[in-house]
Each structure stands twice: as C-alpha cells, then as structure tokens.
C-alpha cells in the first residue's frame, strides 16, 4: 500500500483539536477541540472522470453548546447520531434535521469528566466510561439500562462485536473484561505490557468482521501503550497474540473498516532531537507496511473514512487528510481484469475473471489467497496450502479455468509473471516455473544427450545467498521441499523479463539472473531498499520504487563498475527521482517511455522529460501502442460483482495526440517529418490511414513499410491495380470497416457485383440476398445466400427460419438436421419420398427415426436406402421382433433366428422370463411363448404363488398353443395369402407337415401339450374353495373328489386335506376318516406333520363316528372319484 498527504483544514482562531471521528456510512466528519469547539464537516463525495476523489466541502457546520474542550466524539452510524462530552463531563447526543444538526439530549453527572464512550456495533447502546470509575449503558432512545460504580481509574471502554462484553481499560494499564450487564468476568492478558514497565493505554479498536477479511481467524482486536507497543488478539482470551513494537510514543491506534491495515499514530524521536508527527500501517499480522511522516508537533486523533481510502487527522489545529492507496490483489492480461475480494459471509475469496472487451464475468471461489499476477494469456492465483508450509501455485486463463498448478513450499511473498515463467520468493529462497506455453515447449529442451529431449515443464528452486543456481527438478515432483534456511539480508523485490531475473535484497543489492538458464550474472547495488521493481521491454533498465514511495532507475548498459564480491558488472543508478509514486509501468513497445502515478496524476515519460500530468487515481494496466490503460479499481470495489465498462479508461501520449492534430491541420509531408523525428510504430499506422483516406499511396506505402505492416503494403499495391478513383475509395472504406459506404460507392460505379463479393467475403448474407433481389448475380449466388442465411438461424437454434431458407435453396441436408432439431417428425418422414433411392442421407434420416424410437419410418427410410440389415437392427433395436422376424423372411436374412435366440438366452440368464415371453410373443414363436409359460405357471405353483395367477399362465400358454396349431393347421389359406396356386394333394401335405410339426414339439415339451389340463386344475381348484366359503359344503365335497385326476399338477396333501374338511362341513365323516388315511400315508410327510395329521383326526373322530350319511350310503352307484378315494 502507500499513503500521502493530500487536503489540510484549518481551523479557525488556531483552536487545537482535541479528537476526530469519520462517519463511515454517510461520510461526515465530526472534530471537537479547546474552547467548546465543534465541527461537523463533509467531503464531496463525488468522482472525477479519472477516478479522483473531490475533496471539497459540502458541509462545514459549527455547533455550539460546549463550554469545556470537547474531548470525546463518537458516532452512531445506524441511527445517524452524533455523541460528544467535554472536558467538565457535559454529554450531548446531536440529531440530523432537515441537513442540519441540533441538540437532541443533554446529560452531565457533574463529579467527573468522561474518559471515552462507544456504541454497539449496531447502534443500539452506548457505554459511557467516566474518569472515577463510573459506568453508565444506555439505550438508543436515551433510556438509562443500568450503571455500576466500579473501583478502577478508567482510561478507555470498547465493546466486543456481538455486544455481549465490554472491555475496560486503566489508566494505569490494565484491561478488564466484563459482560453486557456489568458483571466481572476476567482480565486481558496485556503481553505487550510485562517487563517494560507499566504503559498507559492510549487506544482500543476491535475490528466487528462486517465488511470481511478474507481471513476469519486474523487478530481483530488491537491495544495499544503509549510506549508504542502494540498487541493484536483473535479474542478476548487469545494467549498467542501478536506482538508489535513501532518504536515511537504513541497517541492512537484504529482498524480500517475490512480490519486490514491498522493504524498507529504518534510521535519518534529524529536525529536532531526533534520528534516526527507519524502514522505507521501495520497488517493484522504484525507486517509493516508504510509509514506516513505528518507536519506538526503532534497527532491527537486519527479516524479512517468508511471506504478504506482515506484517513483523517487531528495535527494541533489542522485537519490532515491522507489518500491510501491499497494493495488489491488484482491483474490484468490480454482483455481480462482479475481481481479479488471478500464478501463477509465466506472465508474464501471471491476472485472475478472480467472481460473488460464482452463485459462478461467468471467468479471462481479461493481459499486462502495470497496474490495474483497476470502475464500473457494466463494469470497466476498464490494460495496457502491445507497444511502448515505449503503454498499453491494455480495457472488460470481468462475464464478462471486452471490449466496447471504446483505445489511450493517457498512462501510466496514477493511474485513476478512473463509470458514463460513465473518467480515466487520467500525471505530467503527464489522459486522459479517455467510453465508450459507452446513456446515454452519449445525452449524448454534437454541437450545433455545426443538426442534432444523436450522437458515439459522446469522448476528450480535456489538460496539467495547462493552463488550457483543449479537444483533443477523434475517435472514430476508434484510437491517441492525446500531446506528452512535464513538469510542475513531479506529479499524484499522480485523483478523479470523475457530475458533476465532481478531479485532485490533489503540492503538494496540486485541480484542478476539469466533466463531460462537461471544463471547467475552479476549484483547491482542501490542506494535505497526496493519495493517495487520493474524491467523495461528490452531489459537494458529497471526502475525501483522504494519504501519512502521514491522512483529511480538503474541504467544496465553504462560504464563496468566492480561489485564489493569481485564480481564484474554494467550499470549505474541514475539520479533522476520522483517522489509519492505509487505504481509505475514500462511501455510494451518503446524502452523509453513509462507512466507513472504520483499522489493523484499520472506522468508520461519519455526517458526524463515528463508530459502534461492527467488527473487520475487508476491502476495502470497496460501500456501499448502509445496508450494507456488503466482501471478504477476503488471504483470496481464498491460493486465488485457488477463492473462496468466505465471504469476502464483510456490515455494517449502527446506524441499520438499532437500527430492526429498535426494530420488535421497540416500537409501530410510536414506530418511525415514529425512522425520521422519521433518515430514509432503506432505514428506510423496513424500516418499511413490518414494517408490512406486521402489516397496518397505513396506515401501511405512508406508509412506500411516503416510500421512493418505486410498487410497494409499488399493492399497499397492491390489499391494501385484498380482502374477508377471510385473504386480506390470504396476499397478504403472497406479497409477502414465502413462497408455501408464502399457498398454505396461500388453502386455509383455500376459495380454492384463488387458488392455483392465484398458482402459475401464479410458473411453478411443477408445484404448479399437483399443486393440478389436487386438484380445482381445469379441463381447459383441465390441458393449460397439461402444456404448461408438458413446455416446463420441454424447456429442460433431458430429452426423454423432456418427451415424456410434451407427449403429455398432445396438443401434436404440441412432440412434434415432442422426437422429433427424441431421435432418436426412429419416433415422429416416426407423427405423420405422426396430423396432419390439409395441416398446416403435416408440412412441418416433412419438413425435419427431410431434415437426417438419411431420405427415405421425408420425401416421405410432404411429400405429405401437399400440397407435391409439396418433396417432389421432398427427393428431388434426398439424391440419390434415381429416386423424383424417379417422383415428377415422377406429379403432372407437369416441371422435373425440367431440374434432372437441369443437375446432370449441372455433374458433367461437374468431371469427375465416376462421379458423373453414378450420378446417370442412379437416375434410370432408361439411355442416358446407356451413353453415359457408353462414353466412359469409350474414355478408359481411350487412356490405357492396366488392359485388364479397359475390359471392364468395355464390359459396363456394353451392359447399360444392353439394359435401355433391353427397356423399349422390351416396351410391352405397361407398359400391362398401368398397368391400361390396350389393343388389338393399339396395342401394335404402341408397340412400333415404341420400336424407332424405339432406332435414334435409337444413330445419335446410336455407342459405345452398339457396347459389346458392345468388350467383344469386351478380351475376346480379355485371352484371348489369358493364354494366352501360359499357355504356350498356338498358342492365343495363333490368338486374336491374331481381335483384326484389331477395330483400329478397339484400336491396330493393339498387335495386330500381339501377333501378332509368340505366332507368334515358336509357331515360326511366317512368320507374325511379315509382321506386323512391317505394324509397318513403319504411317504414325503414329516413325522411332526404326520403326528398333527392324528391327533386331528382323533379330535374329530372322538366326537364324531367315522360314517357318512345315510342318504349316501343308500346309492347303489358309486361315483368314480369316491370309489378312488375308497380305495
């Protein structure tokens, strides 16, 4: 980051301030000092087309009711209040009304002087802290919620985040916890404190996460001693905090509003006995990050404004104003801006791929950033690793898709990025990638045998203190694991080029490296410690940007010098400077030019002589062609997930812009002249298109050829060809993309055709169509036109359009693909009739049929295209085993019996009978199908399946049987079908061949020839259960006595115990004694069955004697049934 001095406010009358508070929602600026002064103050907020902040006054507003120095200010952001105290204890809360503020509350204890008060983070209490220990909550609307006199001297009050305790610090030192109803809890730990003797506190700041970190377990709590230590805490109770020692009497100390940067503001002593007025920068881990020297003899108050940009100070009776400039992680390669920020609801963050040129955006979630840099085509995203000392090196392109990544365990601090390699540095250790690109592929070999062998990728990795830099890897060490080895003197700048590596050291030595060999060429040394560095596009100079924000340079080619290590080298420091700078970029294609920023302007320079500065707080992004490109990046900040296009603005040099005025108002050889004295290639293009425009193709010629512009000296040549002025022009139009005006002249010419072949070269047909009507070219012309147009809707899936012009220019190619696109399966079976036979496109047109399952047309479209075999697999494919079987027969195809059997085979396998049932039954195999079922009729009765399903299957299988005995049967009608004549004796003979057919396969399978007799069985089966829980027990006994013809299909204990009960309710006793004879005598029974079986019977029997009705036992004739059951 950096930071400068940028407005000053005095105060009236030389009032000394006493405090400062910047409201960070709406922008005002509350400042109390001696005498009951106080001020509310507002900035302008608005933004100049540069992206500079204005910084004058909108409100300047004095209120009085203060008689004491006021001491104390603090505002209330969600409810818009303002709170100050003076020094006689007096306590007012003010109140905006009409943009104006006025007293709201009054209050004064009149025993003490208030020390400090803060609010809640949401504004909904405030704690007042007084000098003799009272304390005093209260709420928004000005209600008392209690107060405690508490026996300690206190010094300051601050609240945790959530509102839930409140700390409380002494004068003499110490920290006390409390919770939100004044109840003891604790003590801070003060570490920063012990051994040193007893500090004052002079400030507490604990940062609430509202804005987000990007980091959830950073310190946000920070304390800081007058003797300028400083202790930053995770929580309350944290016993490893961090530990900060400024080195000055400190006076104040506060957070940003993200909790990234925390300010410390106070006084050190200088070399000349004199104490320096200063601000030092600290990140929440202790880092330092810059120092900010302030005029004055002290520095009372500091407050930062809401966006992070700006911080206010209380410096005797001045109000300083210093602009920051933060370090966000961003860069920018070919049309793309990334950049990073977090949003408060997610650890990870937030990184946007942005093409500044579609204004499309990507978003891609990383956790635990460190930096990015951008180069080339990709960018590189630095993150730590999941375990403690490794860190990831991620390569994106412009979409945010990672292309490759490494895992290091060199901290990367410092990092640097061209189009081949990437360098990460740590303290003490370089790491080097050479990544792959197509051109690092090809400078990326190994010579050391005979064969050269391409090597993908290289890592090295070497110490800074180091003079060889040998220690390649290889590429497939996926984790790289480096010594911890310290250095005296710390990198602290890392700087590369196509051709060299500088690394920068804090005593200000540059090391010089070669690349991509790595080779140590020499050390340079500074006169200031680097910061930033950077190479120019030769690599013949770099420029430094030091820790006090001064730019120099460094000249690589002067006069040899010897370096303190004997080593031999070129270069001087040269002594041009600029002081406050804060970025600064190398033109892509001049080694002498740069901009740069300084506090609020950019500068152009060529070599030392700068141009006319222009306002602009931009980041630099580019530097090409005479052109600067720079982003707003606050400006991206305050919405980052909805950039827009206005925040990329746009510079030119006064070379370009004196040449395009030099073009308008004087002759083109007088502009040649000026272009020659400052040369480049851009002036150069400029020269020859306004040359161009005024047809001077000499000297346009000249411009190409200095610019090195093949093209454009091809088209002067091609221009000179032409036999017309008109035509010369029309060409130039076109070559400048004003094609609306090349067409036009080209038809002033009588040169339609021109047009047309100019319209077509740009694939704009439909002016090519629209040039057609007009009566310039012919039929052929019309259908490309149609053709291109249908071919233009086609690719953005308006298929309808495309259909009407593919169906003009009568292309059944096209037609296809969009009949099929839209569903329209109507349309796509009347191109069928309307291709020729034998068309290769019918075969496509049946492929599509068969991928939405509509097989009809897919076998007519096949057949027509002569393919019967594709025709039989659509069939097989969508399961219409019938029309293949008819199709095989037709045109004999004979692998259909083979493919049919083995898809059946594979069904039974998976024990899939219903679906190899329905796979015989489309296929018209009225056997298997009976035989199938017969088998799943006698599986379902072994395992005792519902006896009506078992009928069922019995019948199903019986009518196959039939119909296969019908088809063998009636031979003569097959033959009357087929149109074949046929006399008596051959339709005897068929009609035999088919009997003899049946018989074969009925003595092959058995259970087709008895699935009636099955059905039989089930059916007097079921006829007999209803009829017994009909109560029809004679009817019930008569039909069990049938179901004895049929033990062979179901189980004889079933049967006889059938009989056993419907005789038992038919009193038939007689006839239930022998049929639990026959129970007792089936062999496959059980003991225990058998034994159960007699104690029924006993049961029964006791009761009841053995003998049947005397009505039954009168008939002379016995029934079959009976007489085998009596037997």
Same mark, same amino acid.
């Given at each position: 980051?950096?930071?400068y001095?940028?407005?000053?406010i005095?105060?009236?009358?030389?009032?000394?301030?006493?405090?400062?508070?910047?409201?960070?929602?709406?922008?005002?600026?509350?400042c109390?000092?001696?005498?009951?002064?106080?001020?509310?103050?507002?900035?302008?907020?608005?933004?100049? +087309?540069?992206?500079?902040?204005?910084?004058?006054?909108?409100?300047?507003?004095?209120?009085?009711?203060?008689?004491?120095a006021?001491?104390?200010?603090?505002?209330n952001?969600?409810?818009?209040?303002?709170?100050?105290s003076?020094?006689?204890?007096?306590?007012?809360?003010?109140?905006?009304?009409?943009?104006?503020?006025?007293?709201?509350?009054?209050?004064?204890?009149?025993?003490?002087?208030?020390?400090?008060?803060?609010?809640?983070?949401?504004?909904?209490?405030?704690?007042i802290?007084?000098?003799?220990?009272?304390?005093?909550?209260?709420?928004?609307?000005?209600?008392?919620?209690?107060?405690?006199?508490?026996t300690?001297?206190?010094?300051?009050?601050?609240?945790?985040?959530?509102?839930?305790?409140?700390?409380?610090?002494t004068? #003499?030192?110490?920290?006390?916890?409390?919770?939100?109803?004044?109840?003891?809890?604790s003590?801070?730990?003060?570490?920063?404190?012990k051994?040193?003797?007893?500090?004052p506190?002079?400030?507490?700041?604990?940062?609430?996460?509202?804005?987000?970190?990007?980091?959830?377990?950073?310190?946000?709590?920070a304390?800081?001693?007058e003797?300028?230590?400083?202790?930053?805490?995770?929580?309350?109770?944290?016993?490893?905090?961090?530990?900060?020692?400024?080195?000055?009497r400190?006076? #104040?100390?506060?957070w940003? =509003?993200?909790?990234?940067?925390?300010?410390?503001?106070?006084?050190?002593?200088?070399?000349?006995?004199?104490?320096?007025?200063?601000?030092?920068?600290?990140?929440?881990?202790?880092?330092?990050?810059?120092?900010?020297?302030?005029?004055?003899?002290?520095?009372?108050?500091?407050?930062?404004?809401?966006?992070?940009?700006?911080?206010?100070?209380?410096?005797?009776?001045y109000?300083?104003?210093?602009?920051?400039?933060?370090?966000?992680?961003?860069?920018?390669?070919?049309?793309?801006?990334?950049?990073?920020?977090? /949003?408060?609801?997610?650890?990870?963050?937030?990184?946007?791929?942005?093409?500044t040129?579609?204004?499309?955006?990507?978003?891609?979630?990383?956790?635990?950033?460190i930096?990015?840099?951008?180069?080339?085509?990709?960018?590189?995203?630095?993150?730590?690793?999941?375990?403690?000392?490794?860190?990831?090196?991620?390569?994106?392109?412009a979409?945010?898709?990672?292309?490759?990544?490494?895992?290091?365990?060199?901290?990367?601090?410092?990092?640097?990025?061209?189009?081949?390699?990437?360098?990460?540095?740590?303290?003490s250790?370089?790491?080097v990638?050479?990544?792959?690109?197509?051109?690092? +592929?090809?400078?990326?070999?190994?010579?050391?045998?005979?064969?050269?062998?391409?090597?993908?990728?290289?890592?090295?990795?070497?110490?800074?203190?180091?003079?060889?830099?040998?220690?390649?890897?290889?590429?497939?060490?996926?984790?790289?694991?480096?010594?911890?080895?310290?250095?005296?003197?710390?990198?602290?700048?890392?700087?590369?080029?196509?051709?060299?590596l500088?690394?920068?050291?804090?005593?200000?030595?540059?090391?010089r490296?070669?690349?991509?060999?790595?080779?140590?060429?020499?050390?340079?040394?500074?006169?200031?410690?680097?910061?930033?560095?950077?190479?120019?596009?030769?690599?013949?100079?770099?420029?430094?940007?030091?820790?006090?924000?001064?730019?120099?340079?460094?000249?690589?080619?002067?006069?040899?010098?010897?370096?303190?290590r004997?080593?031999?080298?070129?270069?001087?420091?040269?002594?041009?400077?600029?002081?406050?700078?804060?970025?600064?970029?190398?033109?892509?294609?001049?080694?002498?030019?740069?901009?740069?920023?300084?506090?609020?302007?950019?500068?152009?320079?060529?070599?030392?002589?700068? *141009?006319?500065?222009?306002?602009?707080?931009g980041?630099?992004?580019?530097?090409?062609?005479? #052109?600067?490109?720079?982003?707003?990046?606050?400006?991206?900040?305050?919405?980052?997930?909805?950039?827009?296009?206005?925040?990329?603005?746009?510079?030119?040099?006064k070379?370009?812009?004196?040449?395009?005025n030099?073009?308008?108002?004087?002759?083109?050889?007088?502009?040649?002249?000026?272009?020659?004295?400052?040369?480049?290639?851009?002036?150069w =293009?400029?020269?020859?298109?306004?040359?161009l425009?005024?047809l001077?193709?000499?000297?346009?010629?000249?411009?190409?050829?200095?610019?090195?512009?093949?093209?454009?000296?091809?088209?002067?040549?091609?221009?000179?060809?032409?036999?017309?002025?008109?035509?010369?022009?029309?060409?130039?139009?076109?070559?400048?993309?004003?094609?609306?005006?090349?067409?036009?002249?080209?038809?002033?010419?009588?040169?339609v055709?021109?047009?047309?072949?100019?319209?077509m070269?740009?694939?704009?047909?439909?002016?090519?169509?629209?040039?057609?009507q007009?009566?310039?070219?012919d039929?052929?012309?019309f259908?490309?036109?149609?053709?291109n147009?249908?071919?233009?809707?086609?690719?953005?899936?308006?298929?309808?359009?495309?259909?009407?012009?593919?169906? #003009?220019?009568?292309?059944?190619? /096209?037609?296809?693909?969009?009949?099929?696109?839209?569903?329209?399966?109507?349309?796509?079976?009347?191109?069928?009739?309307?291709?020729?036979?034998?068309s290769?496109?019918?075969?496509?047109?049946?492929?599509?049929?068969?991928?939405?399952?509509?097989?009809?047309?897919?076998?007519?479209?096949y057949?027509r295209?002569?393919?019967? +075999?594709?025709?039989?697999?659509?069939?097989?494919?969508?399961?219409?085993?019938?029309?293949?079987?008819?199709?095989?027969?037709?045109?004999?195809?004979?692998?259909?019996?083979?493919?049919?059997?083995?898809?059946?085979g594979?069904?039974?396998?998976?024990? /899939?009978?219903?679906?190899?049932?329905?796979?015989y039954?489309?296929a018209?195999?009225?056997?298997?199908?009976?035989?199938?079922?017969?088998?799943?009729?006698?599986?379902?009765?072994?395992?005792?399946?519902?006896?009506? =399903?078992? /009928?069922k299957?019995?019948v199903l299988?019986?009518?196959?049987?039939?119909?296969?005995?019908?088809?063998?049967?009636v031979?003569d009608?097959?033959?009357?079908?087929?149109?074949?004549?046929?006399?008596?004796?051959?339709?005897?003979v068929?009609?035999?061949?088919?009997?003899?057919?049946?018989?074969?396969?009925?003595?092959?399978?058995?259970?087709?020839?008895?699935?009636?007799?099955?059905?039989?069985?089930?059916?007097f089966?079921?006829?007999?259960?209803?009829?017994?829980?009909?109560?029809?027990?004679?009817?019930?006994?008569?039909?069990?006595?049938?179901?004895?013809e049929?033990?062979?299909?179901?189980?004889?204990?079933?049967?006889?115990?059938?009989?056993a009960?419907?005789?038992?309710?038919?009193k038939?006793?007689?006839?239930?004694?022998?049929?639990?004879?026959?129970?007792?005598?089936?062999?496959?029974?059980?003991?225990?069955?058998?034994d159960?079986?007699?104690?029924?019977?006993?049961?029964?029997?006791?009761?009841?004697?053995?003998?049947?009705?005397?009505?039954?036992?009168?008939r002379?004739?016995?029934?079959?049934? *009976?007489a085998?059951?009596?037997?």
């Amino acid at each position: 980051m950096f930071s400068y001095l940028s407005k000053k406010i005095a105060i009236p009358n030389g009032v000394k301030l006493k405090c400062v508070s910047w409201n960070s929602e709406q922008g005002w600026i509350a400042c109390g000092g001696e005498n009951g002064l106080l001020k509310v103050l507002k900035l302008d907020s608005s933004t100049s +087309k540069g992206g500079q902040q204005n910084s004058n006054l909108s409100m300047n507003q004095t209120l009085e009711g203060h008689n004491g120095a006021v001491m104390v200010v603090n505002w209330n952001e969600n409810y818009r209040k303002l709170t100050t105290s003076d020094q006689y204890g007096l306590i007012i809360v003010w109140m905006l009304h009409k943009g104006m503020w006025f007293e709201e509350m009054i209050n004064n204890r009149n025993k003490s002087v208030v020390r400090d008060m803060k609010w809640t983070a949401d504004g909904q209490k405030i704690c007042i802290a007084y000098e003799d220990g009272a304390v005093i909550v209260g709420s928004v609307d000005g209600k008392r919620l209690w107060g405690k006199e508490l026996t300690l001297q206190l010094a300051l009050v601050e609240w945790s985040p959530d509102g839930r305790l409140i700390l409380f610090c002494t004068v #003499q030192g110490e920290c006390h916890i409390y919770d939100g109803n004044g109840n003891s809890l604790s003590e801070v730990h003060l570490f920063a404190n012990k051994g040193m003797g007893q500090s004052p506190l002079i400030g507490i700041d604990w940062h609430d996460g509202a804005e987000g970190s990007g980091n959830h377990n950073h310190p946000a709590l920070a304390i800081g001693f007058e003797n300028g230590n400083v202790q930053l805490m995770r929580s309350e109770t944290d016993e490893q905090p961090v530990f900060l020692q400024t080195g000055m009497r400190a006076s #104040q100390i506060q957070w940003n =509003r993200s909790g990234t940067v925390l300010s410390v503001a106070g006084l050190q002593s200088g070399g000349d006995s004199r104490d320096v007025s200063m601000v030092q920068f600290y990140s929440p881990f202790g880092q330092h990050l810059r120092t900010l020297r302030v005029p004055g003899t002290s520095i009372n108050a500091l407050s930062w404004e809401g966006s992070g940009l700006r911080i206010a100070l209380a410096v005797d009776s001045y109000i300083y104003f210093a602009n920051i400039r933060p370090d966000y992680k961003w860069g920018y390669f070919g049309n793309t801006l990334v950049y990073a920020f977090n /949003k408060p609801d997610k650890a990870e963050a937030c990184v946007i791929f942005w093409d500044t040129v579609t204004n499309e955006r990507y978003a891609k979630y990383v956790k635990r950033l460190i930096a990015i840099r951008a180069c080339g085509e990709y960018c590189i995203l630095a993150t730590s690793g999941e375990e403690s000392g490794q860190f990831i090196l991620i390569l994106c392109n412009a979409i945010g898709s990672p292309v490759d990544s490494k895992y290091i365990e060199v901290e990367p601090l410092y990092i640097t990025m061209t189009p081949y390699h990437v360098t990460a540095a740590s303290e003490s250790y370089v790491y080097v990638w050479q990544y792959r690109t197509l051109v690092s +592929k090809l400078t990326s070999v190994d010579t050391s045998a005979l064969n050269v062998n391409r090597k993908e990728g290289r890592e090295r990795v070497f110490h800074i203190d180091n003079r060889s830099t040998s220690g390649e890897l290889s590429v497939d060490d996926n984790k790289l694991r480096v010594p911890s080895a310290a250095t005296n003197d710390p990198i602290c700048a890392v700087a590369a080029s196509n051709k060299l590596l500088l690394v920068g050291q804090e005593s200000g030595a540059v090391n010089r490296y070669s690349l991509p060999h790595l080779a140590l060429e020499g050390q340079y040394i500074l006169r200031c410690r680097p910061q930033v560095m950077a190479l120019n596009c030769t690599s013949s100079m770099f420029s430094v940007i030091d820790v006090n924000g001064v730019l120099t340079f460094f000249d690589l080619l002067p006069t040899p010098s010897v370096a303190p290590r004997g080593t031999s080298v070129m270069g001087s420091h040269l002594s041009f400077e600029r002081k406050d700078t804060w970025d600064m970029r190398w033109s892509d294609d001049d080694s002498e030019l740069f901009a740069m920023m300084e506090k609020t302007r950019m500068y152009i320079f060529r070599g030392t002589e700068p *141009e006319e500065p222009v306002l602009s707080s931009g980041y630099i992004c580019e530097f090409h062609d005479l #052109q600067i490109k720079a982003v707003l990046l606050d400006e991206v900040m305050k919405g980052p997930e909805k950039p827009n296009k206005e925040q990329i603005i746009n510079f030119e040099t006064k070379s370009l812009r004196d040449t395009r005025n030099l073009l308008q108002d004087v002759s083109i050889q007088d502009a040649y002249q000026f272009i020659k004295d400052n040369s480049h290639p851009r002036l150069w =293009r400029l020269l020859a298109e306004h040359s161009l425009e005024k047809l001077d193709l000499l000297v346009a010629d000249k411009a190409f050829v200095r610019c090195a512009d093949y093209h454009g000296i091809q088209f002067v040549k091609r221009l000179r060809m032409l036999d017309g002025e008109i035509k010369q022009r029309a060409e130039v139009s076109a070559y400048f993309k004003r094609f609306d005006e090349a067409e036009s002249l080209y038809a002033e010419v009588d040169r339609v055709d021109l047009a047309v072949e100019m319209r077509m070269h740009l694939g704009d047909w439909f002016k090519v169509e629209k040039l057609i009507q007009s009566g310039a070219g012919d039929d052929s012309t019309f259908t490309l036109a149609w053709n291109n147009i249908g071919n233009y809707f086609a690719d953005r899936q308006k298929w309808v359009k495309a259909v009407a012009y593919h169906a #003009q220019a009568q292309n059944t190619e /096209k037609l296809v693909e969009c009949f099929y696109a839209l569903e329209d399966y109507q349309g796509l079976e009347k191109l069928i009739n309307m291709l020729p036979e034998g068309s290769q496109l019918l075969c496509n047109i049946g492929v599509k049929f068969v991928s939405v399952g509509l097989c009809e047309p897919a076998v007519t479209a096949y057949l027509r295209a002569g393919d019967v +075999k594709a025709a039989v697999d659509a069939c097989i494919l969508l399961n219409q085993w019938d029309q293949a079987v008819a199709l095989a027969e037709k045109h004999n195809f004979q692998q259909i019996e083979g493919l049919l059997g083995k898809y059946a085979g594979h069904l039974l396998e998976k024990e /899939k009978k219903i679906a190899a049932i329905d796979l015989y039954r489309k296929a018209n195999k009225h056997t298997e199908v009976a035989s199938l079922l017969a088998q799943l009729a006698k599986t379902s009765a072994a395992a005792k399946a519902c006896p009506l =399903r078992v /009928k069922k299957l019995y019948v199903l299988a019986a009518l196959e049987v039939s119909k296969f005995r019908q088809i063998a049967l009636v031979a003569d009608m097959s033959v009357q079908t087929h149109g074949i004549t046929a006399n008596k004796g051959t339709v005897v003979v068929q009609t035999l061949d088919g009997l003899m057919t049946l018989d074969q396969v009925a003595s092959e399978n058995s259970a087709i020839e008895g699935s009636w007799r099955g059905a039989e069985a089930y059916h007097f089966w079921l006829l007999a259960h209803r009829q017994l829980y009909d109560g029809q027990f004679e009817y019930a006994r008569r039909t069990s006595l049938i179901l004895l013809e049929y033990e062979d299909l179901l189980e004889p204990v079933d049967i006889y115990s059938f009989i056993a009960i419907s005789s038992y309710y038919s009193k038939h006793y007689g006839r239930c004694s022998k049929a639990f004879m026959k129970l007792e005598s089936i062999p496959e029974l059980s003991r225990e069955k058998l034994d159960s079986f007699s104690d029924l019977a006993t049961s029964i029997f006791v009761k009841h004697p053995p003998t049947d009705p005397a009505s039954s036992r009168s008939r002379i004739n016995q029934s079959f049934h *009976e007489a085998r059951i009596d037997s």
